[in-house]
């Protein structure tokens, strides 16, 4: 609202009759100041409710839980490069430079600037087909060539990753569609996989202990398979075993798989507790 009035308020002091209209006729800078307020103005504006209107539409037709962060993240960045472009015309108009044949007469350094910035509008692109694809989405579990993490921002240049022990990854957007790429979140359902190593004086009972550990995704059932959790030795050492518990997860639950490996963890923490007082 701001934005309107103050586009107002120029648009009569441009083209109204008032008190400066003399003034203003015969001031050129004041003339291009005013013209390239009212563009930038003008351009802002239609952007920003243009924006509005999108997301707006977007999410009263959207079901809240298949709501995309990508697709907002997607059109603010189209915001963001087109205010960019606006903010420029504005300047040109500014010095009372014509945009159309300002344009046509760096014809040939253009192309010079587009070949030396080809990796980088290629990331942009790469960037912009990612935020409105369903393929990769914020929260996801992906691995990158030897980088494994969750997608904790998607910008027009990197794919920004968490790795599982807290380090920040920056991949760029042109890696992820040059090298295969494992989304570990996009199934119906995901295996969620606990290993942990037992030692023999534990008395392990792997029948028990399987049990145990199912007991504990109870109060996650609506959104854990507990009927597919499962118990497997993976390797057996002189004095103990490896082993993996494993249950599939509902896609897209994060904070639910979070809370059900605090819990299983305990779990067998307690266990092994309980078996050395034994």
Known sequence: MIKLVLLIALEYLYEGNSFFTNYISDNVLIQATLRSLIFLLSGNLIISLGRIAI?????????????????????????????????????????????????????????????????YITNIVNGLIIMFSEQLEIGDKIAVGKNTGFIRDITLVNLVLKGETGEIILVPNNLIFSSEVVNYSKNNSHQVIIDSEIPFHSNVQLEELESCLSKELIPFEDR???????????????????????????????????????????????????????
């Open 224 to 278: 854990i398979f507990v009927d597919g959790a499962q118990l497997n030795v993976l390797e057996r050492k002189p004095e103990s075993l490896v082993v993996r518990f494993q249950f599939p997860i509902k896609t897209g639950e994060k904070e639910i798989e979070k809370n059900a490996k605090n819990a299983i963890n305990q779990a067998i923490i307690n266990w092994s507790h309980e078996r050395r007082k034994a």
């Open 55 to 119: 997301l707006k539409f977007y999410l009263q037709k959207t079901d809240d839980h298949k709501v995309q962060p990508n697709f907002v993240i997607g059109i603010g960045r189209i915001s963001s490069i087109l205010n960019v472009n606006i903010l420029l015309i504005s300047v040109m108009l500014l010095f009372n430079i014509k945009p159309l044949e300002f344009l046509t007469s760096i014809t040939i350094v253009a192309a010079a600037i587009a070949l030396l910035t080809k990796e």
